[in-house]
């Protein structure tokens, strides 16, 4: 097979979850565990940094890997789901993996993957843990994919876990309560593993993480009590940060971020607790590879879709927000911008609590309804009915694209338009 065929064939032979959802859904680890062993448990072959949480791992993940890169070293990185390209999911210092490794990976597990059953996640996250251990990286960063306990990643033995907050998403599969959701998030904390959770939440979630740490004996910091972290607004480009440590000295006096989303001031406590950490394991990171990092994230490691700007008048944003607690904070963060008129081009995937998000969106805005091409995708019909319901009216469009593209027809110059409500939505835009 060639490098087309062998994709193919992954999305075809193997269960996938973000086109199919709890059909793909795979819990536990005796497969992963498997199929690593047969490729010589290349995940024990190099220190691992585990991140794991509802919203905001997958920064946490990109801005520690651009950090570690930054202070030169060789750095591998799995995140998922991709946006456009599979290869997005694992890159060593920013770049994708190539397409001969996936093509000869494929060929030499084949009759492993016909007699074992993987799902696509297993797989995918095999493929990278043997990738980083034939590139012979320093160090990897690994995002868990769904929950943590029963997630095909949580086979690793990471130096480091973090965790980076808790909120009600994946309720079918992870639980119903913010506490059976910390439960599960909690399985990635690891025996005498230090874990950094980035804020400390209600007293149900923080009992969790504190009575996990403490049975397996594992050092536990809250990244909230940490830092004290102070937004000092945009410019160029970038967010300005005052930081303050817990010690109350000036740390970071002005730490500017290219990930300018709201949520990115929860994420950075994580992050720089996280590195307080690594530092006291001897990996060499100076304040200013911490700063040059975090000002470049997404050039360095190549992330997109977290509060991105897609261009000037009309101003255009999109996210990859896709929960209550996620969308919460971009909405709010959206109604900041001045403009004249609000337009939302949005779509959803059909096993979202739908319903819970959209009473997040003003009334007095205009609404632009499309669907991602994904099977799991919530129907644009639906979807402009269940708005109706909230007070939301709005046209109709069978992809993000013809949505956008009116959205832009219909906006003055002064106007602000947000694209968003599932990952795949944005991972559709053609100018992404």
Request: hydrophobic letters at 40%.
């Amino acid at each position: 097979m060639n490098y087309q065929e062998t994709i193919e064939y992954l999305y075809q032979r193997l269960p996938v979850f973000q086109h199919i959802g709890a059909r793909a859904f795979k819990p536990g680890l005796q497969t992963t565990r498997e199929l690593c062993s047969l490729l010589g448990n290349p995940q024990e072959k190099y220190p691992t940094i585990h991140i794991g949480g509802t919203n905001g791992k997958g920064s946490t993940s990109h801005m520690l890997a651009a950090v570690l890169q930054q202070a030169g070293y060789k750095v591998g990185l799995y995140t998922s789901p991709h946006l456009k390209d599979f290869r997005e999911r694992i890159r060593v210092n920013g770049t994708v993996v190539s397409k001969e490794f996936i093509t000869a990976f494929i060929k030499g597990i084949n009759a492993d993957i016909e007699r074992l059953s993987p799902s696509f996640f297993e797989v995918t996250v095999a493929m990278a843990l043997r990738y980083f251990a034939e590139q012979e990286v320093d160090v990897a960063v690994i995002e868990v994919g769904m929950g943590g306990r029963l997630d095909s990643t949580n086979i690793i033995e990471p130096m480091l876990s973090v965790i980076t907050n808790i909120s009600m998403d994946h309720m079918q599969f992870l639980g119903d309560t913010p506490a059976k959701i910390a439960t599960e998030k909690a399985g990635i904390i690891k025996k005498n593993t230090p874990v950094i959770v980035s804020e400390r939440q209600t007293d149900d979630i923080t009992q969790v993480f504190e009575s996990t740490a403490e049975s397996n004996e594992a050092p536990i910091a809250f990244g909230s009590d940490q830092f004290r972290v102070e937004n000092m607004g945009l410019k160029e480009g970038l967010m300005h940060l005052s930081v303050t440590d817990q010690e109350g000295t000036q740390s970071l006096p002005d730490l500017r971020l290219d990930l300018t989303g709201a949520y990115q001031l929860k994420n950075i406590k994580g992050v720089l607790s996280a590195i307080r950490i690594l530092r006291e394991k001897g990996w060499n990171l100076t304040n200013e590879a911490i700063a040059q990092a975090l000002s470049q994230t997404a050039k360095l490691t190549g992330l997109k879709g977290r509060w991105q700007k897609l261009q000037e008048n009309p101003a255009v944003y999109c996210d990859t927000a896709h929960n209550e607690a996620g969308l919460a904070i971009t909405l709010n963060q959206f109604s900041t911008i001045a403009c004249r008129t609000r337009r939302f081009v949005i779509g959803f995937v059909g096993d979202k609590d739908v319903r819970s998000v959209l009473p997040l969106f003003p009334k007095d805005a205009a609404y632009y309804f499309c669907q991602p091409s994904n099977l799991r995708a919530l129907d644009v019909r639906t979807l402009q009915q269940l708005a109706a319901d909230c007070g939301l009216r709005g046209t109709v469009y069978p992809n993000v694209n013809l949505a956008l593209s009116a959205a832009l027809d219909d906006a003055a110059t002064d106007d602000a338009i947000y694209v968003g409500g599932s990952t795949f939505v944005v991972a559709d835009i053609e100018e992404l």
